[in-house]
Protein backbone atom coordinates (compact mmCIF):
# COMPACT_ATOMS: atom_id res chain seq x y z
CA UNK A 1 0.00 0.00 0.00
CA UNK A 2 1.02 3.34 -0.77
CA UNK A 3 -1.69 6.01 -0.39
CA UNK A 4 -4.38 6.04 2.58
CA UNK A 5 -6.68 5.46 -0.31
CA UNK A 6 -5.72 1.89 -0.43
CA UNK A 7 -5.88 1.62 3.37
CA UNK A 8 -9.18 2.50 3.75
CA UNK A 9 -10.53 0.29 1.12
CA UNK A 10 -8.55 -2.27 3.19
CA UNK A 11 -10.73 -1.26 5.94
CA UNK A 12 -13.92 -0.84 4.31
CA UNK A 13 -15.16 -4.91 5.09
CA UNK A 14 -17.53 -6.81 3.01
CA UNK A 15 -20.93 -7.65 4.77
CA UNK A 16 -21.94 -11.44 4.71
CA UNK A 17 -24.71 -11.65 6.91
CA UNK A 18 -25.87 -9.35 9.82
CA UNK A 19 -23.43 -9.01 11.98
CA UNK A 20 -20.47 -11.09 10.25
CA UNK A 21 -17.90 -8.84 7.78
CA UNK A 22 -15.34 -10.27 5.95
CA UNK A 23 -11.72 -8.68 5.58
CA UNK A 24 -8.64 -9.08 3.73
CA UNK A 25 -5.32 -8.29 4.69
CA UNK A 26 -1.85 -6.90 3.37
CA UNK A 27 1.60 -7.76 4.56
CA UNK A 28 3.79 -4.77 5.70
CA UNK A 29 7.01 -7.23 5.65
CA UNK A 30 5.76 -10.69 7.50
CA UNK A 31 3.54 -13.24 7.01
CA UNK A 32 1.38 -12.27 10.11
CA UNK A 33 -1.22 -10.06 10.23
CA UNK A 34 0.08 -6.91 11.07
CA UNK A 35 -2.22 -5.94 14.66
CA UNK A 36 -2.73 -2.35 13.55
CA UNK A 37 -4.41 -3.81 10.52
CA UNK A 38 -6.72 -5.96 12.43
CA UNK A 39 -7.72 -3.59 15.22
CA UNK A 40 -9.09 -1.37 12.63
CA UNK A 41 -10.87 -3.62 11.07
CA UNK A 42 -12.51 -5.06 14.01
CA UNK A 43 -13.36 -1.56 15.08
CA UNK A 44 -14.70 -0.78 11.07
CA UNK A 45 -16.87 -3.83 12.09
CA UNK A 46 -18.47 -2.56 14.87
CA UNK A 47 -19.12 1.07 13.19
CA UNK A 48 -21.01 -0.69 10.52
CA UNK A 49 -23.47 -1.71 13.89
CA UNK A 50 -23.42 1.56 15.46
CA UNK A 51 -25.84 4.74 14.64
CA UNK A 52 -24.24 7.45 12.90
CA UNK A 53 -24.49 9.79 15.38
CA UNK A 54 -22.17 8.21 17.89
CA UNK A 55 -18.41 7.77 17.75
CA UNK A 56 -15.85 5.59 18.94
CA UNK A 57 -14.54 7.05 22.13
CA UNK A 58 -12.81 3.89 23.81
CA UNK A 59 -11.42 0.91 22.56
CA UNK A 60 -9.48 -2.38 24.84
CA UNK A 61 -8.64 -5.40 22.68
CA UNK A 62 -6.69 -9.03 22.92
CA UNK A 63 -4.17 -10.51 20.35
CA UNK A 64 -4.62 -13.72 20.86
CA UNK A 65 -2.97 -16.17 17.88
CA UNK A 66 -1.24 -14.37 15.07
CA UNK A 67 -3.29 -14.20 11.84
CA UNK A 68 -2.14 -15.63 8.41
CA UNK A 69 -2.24 -12.55 5.80
CA UNK A 70 -3.34 -15.86 3.08
CA UNK A 71 -6.24 -15.72 4.54
CA UNK A 72 -9.60 -14.14 5.02
CA UNK A 73 -10.63 -12.95 8.13
CA UNK A 74 -13.62 -12.77 9.61
CA UNK A 75 -15.64 -10.34 12.15
CA UNK A 76 -18.81 -11.50 14.16
CA UNK A 77 -20.02 -8.44 16.13
CA UNK A 78 -21.85 -9.02 19.33
CA UNK A 79 -23.99 -5.68 20.23
CA UNK A 80 -24.05 -5.44 23.63
CA UNK A 81 -25.97 -2.09 24.39
CA UNK A 82 -27.37 0.71 23.11
CA UNK A 83 -27.96 3.15 25.79
CA UNK A 84 -29.34 6.56 25.68
CA UNK A 85 -25.39 8.35 25.08
CA UNK A 86 -23.48 5.49 24.64
CA UNK A 87 -23.56 2.47 22.62
CA UNK A 88 -21.26 -0.98 23.21
CA UNK A 89 -19.99 -3.65 20.65
CA UNK A 90 -18.33 -6.61 21.08
CA UNK A 91 -15.90 -8.24 18.01
CA UNK A 92 -14.02 -11.44 17.76
CA UNK A 93 -12.01 -11.98 14.45
CA UNK A 94 -11.66 -15.21 13.04
CA UNK A 95 -9.69 -17.04 11.02
CA UNK A 96 -9.54 -20.85 10.43
CA UNK A 97 -12.06 -21.32 12.55
CA UNK A 98 -10.30 -19.97 15.71
CA UNK A 99 -10.32 -16.82 17.43
CA UNK A 100 -7.31 -14.56 16.93
CA UNK A 101 -8.15 -11.27 18.05
CA UNK A 102 -10.99 -9.84 20.41
CA UNK A 103 -11.93 -6.05 21.01
CA UNK A 104 -14.23 -4.01 23.11
CA UNK A 105 -15.54 -0.80 22.05
CA UNK A 106 -17.55 2.23 23.17
CA UNK A 107 -19.22 4.79 21.24
CA UNK A 108 -20.73 8.48 22.69
CA UNK A 109 -23.00 11.00 21.18
CA UNK A 110 -21.08 14.38 20.87
CA UNK A 111 -22.06 16.12 24.07
CA UNK A 112 -20.52 18.97 26.25
CA UNK A 113 -18.63 18.96 29.66
CA UNK A 114 -15.03 19.90 31.37
CA UNK A 115 -12.78 19.88 29.24
CA UNK A 116 -8.68 20.30 30.17
CA UNK A 117 -5.03 18.49 28.87
CA UNK A 118 -1.87 17.92 29.36
CA UNK A 119 0.88 19.76 27.07
CA UNK A 120 2.30 18.38 24.31
CA UNK A 121 5.99 18.46 24.42
CA UNK A 122 8.27 20.83 22.72
CA UNK A 123 10.26 19.00 19.68
CA UNK A 124 11.50 19.93 16.31
CA UNK A 125 8.91 20.48 13.30
CA UNK A 126 8.16 17.76 10.83
CA UNK A 127 9.35 19.08 8.05
CA UNK A 128 13.29 19.19 9.34
CA UNK A 129 13.49 16.02 10.28
CA UNK A 130 14.37 12.34 8.13
CA UNK A 131 11.35 10.11 7.35
CA UNK A 132 11.80 6.43 7.54
CA UNK A 133 12.64 6.12 3.98
CA UNK A 134 15.17 8.78 4.23
CA UNK A 135 17.23 7.12 6.90
CA UNK A 136 16.86 4.25 5.24
CA UNK A 137 18.85 6.29 2.50
CA UNK A 138 20.93 7.79 4.61
CA UNK A 139 22.45 5.15 6.39
CA UNK A 140 22.42 2.54 3.77
CA UNK A 141 24.44 -1.24 4.28
CA UNK A 142 24.92 0.04 7.79
CA UNK A 143 21.54 -0.81 8.50
CA UNK A 144 20.81 -4.58 9.55
CA UNK A 145 19.01 -6.21 6.06
CA UNK A 146 15.91 -6.90 8.45
CA UNK A 147 15.72 -3.41 9.81
CA UNK A 148 16.49 -2.07 6.49
CA UNK A 149 13.30 -4.32 5.29
CA UNK A 150 11.68 -2.38 7.71
CA UNK A 151 12.48 1.05 6.55
CA UNK A 152 11.69 1.03 2.86
CA UNK A 153 8.52 -1.08 2.84
CA UNK A 154 5.80 0.93 1.42
CA UNK A 155 2.84 1.96 3.13
CA UNK A 156 0.42 4.51 3.45
CA UNK A 157 1.83 5.97 6.38
CA UNK A 158 4.69 8.39 6.62
CA UNK A 159 6.51 8.60 9.95
CA UNK A 160 9.34 11.43 11.20
CA UNK A 161 11.31 10.27 14.65
CA UNK A 162 12.30 13.08 16.46
CA UNK A 163 15.28 10.81 18.17
CA UNK A 164 17.89 9.67 16.16
CA UNK A 165 19.96 6.55 16.74
CA UNK A 166 22.65 5.02 15.21
CA UNK A 167 21.66 1.84 13.56
CA UNK A 168 25.10 -0.20 14.44
CA UNK A 169 25.81 0.93 18.18
CA UNK A 170 23.61 -1.56 20.65
CA UNK A 171 24.00 1.54 23.12
CA UNK A 172 20.87 1.94 25.90
CA UNK A 173 18.74 5.02 25.70
CA UNK A 174 15.81 6.54 27.67
CA UNK A 175 12.49 4.35 26.96
CA UNK A 176 11.03 6.98 25.17
CA UNK A 177 10.30 8.37 21.50
CA UNK A 178 8.59 11.11 19.46
CA UNK A 179 7.47 10.57 16.43
CA UNK A 180 5.36 13.05 13.84
CA UNK A 181 2.99 10.68 11.74
CA UNK A 182 0.31 11.60 8.84
CA UNK A 183 -1.33 9.80 6.70
CA UNK A 184 0.22 9.47 2.28
CA UNK A 185 -2.63 11.36 1.19
CA UNK A 186 -5.94 13.03 1.97
CA UNK A 187 -8.54 11.05 4.03
CA UNK A 188 -11.12 10.08 1.83
CA UNK A 189 -14.03 9.88 2.61
CA UNK A 190 -13.17 12.67 4.75
CA UNK A 191 -15.58 11.75 7.53
CA UNK A 192 -14.75 11.37 10.82
CA UNK A 193 -14.97 7.65 10.99
CA UNK A 194 -12.06 7.28 8.71
CA UNK A 195 -9.65 9.32 10.52
CA UNK A 196 -10.49 7.32 13.81
CA UNK A 197 -9.91 4.36 11.63
CA UNK A 198 -6.56 5.47 10.29
CA UNK A 199 -5.42 6.37 13.41
CA UNK A 200 -5.88 3.08 15.25
CA UNK A 201 -4.13 1.40 12.21
CA UNK A 202 -1.21 3.90 12.85
CA UNK A 203 -1.59 3.80 16.55
CA UNK A 204 0.39 0.02 16.74
CA UNK A 205 3.56 1.06 15.34
CA UNK A 206 6.73 2.78 17.50
CA UNK A 207 5.28 0.97 20.69
CA UNK A 208 6.64 -2.19 21.61
CA UNK A 209 10.39 -1.34 19.63
CA UNK A 210 10.20 1.49 22.97
CA UNK A 211 10.28 -1.16 25.67
CA UNK A 212 13.45 -2.30 24.18
CA UNK A 213 15.55 1.43 24.34
CA UNK A 214 16.62 0.49 27.28
CA UNK A 215 18.05 -3.03 26.94
CA UNK A 216 20.61 -2.08 23.79
CA UNK A 217 18.69 -3.82 21.27
CA UNK A 218 16.29 -0.82 19.37
CA UNK A 219 17.85 -1.74 16.36
CA UNK A 220 18.63 -5.55 16.48
CA UNK A 221 15.09 -6.61 15.99
CA UNK A 222 15.95 -10.34 14.90
CA UNK A 223 17.41 -11.15 17.78
CA UNK A 224 14.20 -10.69 20.16
CA UNK A 225 10.72 -12.23 19.80
CA UNK A 226 8.13 -9.78 19.71
CA UNK A 227 4.52 -9.33 19.60
CA UNK A 228 1.77 -6.83 20.62
CA UNK A 229 -0.42 -8.89 23.40
CA UNK A 230 -3.34 -6.09 24.18
CA UNK A 231 -3.98 -2.65 22.90
CA UNK A 232 -6.52 0.08 24.81
CA UNK A 233 -6.91 3.36 23.17
CA UNK A 234 -9.04 6.72 24.01
CA UNK A 235 -10.41 9.43 20.92
CA UNK A 236 -10.29 12.92 23.16
CA UNK A 237 -10.88 14.92 20.43
CA UNK A 238 -11.11 15.75 16.74
CA UNK A 239 -7.77 15.33 14.42
CA UNK A 240 -7.22 14.78 10.81
CA UNK A 241 -4.89 11.91 9.96
CA UNK A 242 -3.98 13.49 6.53
CA UNK A 243 -2.19 16.42 8.65
CA UNK A 244 0.87 16.10 11.45
CA UNK A 245 0.44 14.49 14.38
CA UNK A 246 2.83 13.99 17.33
CA UNK A 247 3.19 10.70 18.99
CA UNK A 248 4.72 10.61 22.16
CA UNK A 249 5.70 7.20 23.79
CA UNK A 250 7.16 6.12 27.11
CA UNK A 251 7.66 2.76 28.48
CA UNK A 252 7.28 2.77 32.20
CA UNK A 253 8.17 -1.26 32.83
CA UNK A 254 9.05 -4.39 30.96
CA UNK A 255 9.42 -7.36 33.08
CA UNK A 256 8.41 -11.13 32.70
CA UNK A 257 8.75 -10.98 29.28
CA UNK A 258 6.68 -8.02 28.41
CA UNK A 259 6.95 -4.54 27.69
CA UNK A 260 4.32 -2.30 28.99
CA UNK A 261 3.69 1.07 26.73
CA UNK A 262 2.01 4.33 26.89
CA UNK A 263 1.29 6.57 24.11
CA UNK A 264 -0.58 10.32 23.58
CA UNK A 265 -1.28 11.83 20.05
CA UNK A 266 -0.98 15.21 19.57
CA UNK A 267 -2.04 17.32 16.73
CA UNK A 268 0.61 19.98 15.56
CA UNK A 269 -1.32 23.11 17.18
CA UNK A 270 -1.09 21.00 20.75
CA UNK A 271 -4.49 19.52 20.97
CA UNK A 272 -4.21 16.06 22.88
CA UNK A 273 -6.39 14.41 20.73
CA UNK A 274 -6.12 10.32 21.34
CA UNK A 275 -4.13 8.44 23.95
CA UNK A 276 -3.11 4.58 23.77
CA UNK A 277 -1.80 1.97 26.29
CA UNK A 278 -0.06 -1.58 25.11
CA UNK A 279 1.66 -4.05 26.11
CA UNK A 280 3.60 -6.84 24.78
CA UNK A 281 5.97 -10.26 24.34
CA UNK A 282 9.42 -8.96 24.16
CA UNK A 283 11.80 -12.16 24.80
CA UNK A 284 15.03 -13.03 23.86
CA UNK A 285 15.70 -15.46 20.95
CA UNK A 286 17.90 -18.85 22.00
Not at 122 to 131: D, T
Not at 206 to 232: E, F, K, W
Not at 240 to 263: C, H, K, Q
Not at 277 to 284: D, K
Amino acid sequence: MKKVTELIHLLNLEQIEVNLFRGVSKSIGSPRVFGGQVLAQALSAAIETVPEDRFVHSLHAYFVLPGDVNFPIIFEVDRIRDGGSFTTRSVKAIQNGHAIFNLSASFQLEQQGFDHQIEMPKVPEPESLANWEGLAQEYGDQLPPNFKKLLEFERPLEFKPVERYHPTEPISHEPYKHVWMRSRGKVEPDKKIWHQLVLAYASDYNLLTTSLQPHGRQINYSSVQMASLDHAMWFHRDFRMDEWLLYVIDSPSASNARGFTRGNIFSRDGKLVASVVQEGLIRPKY
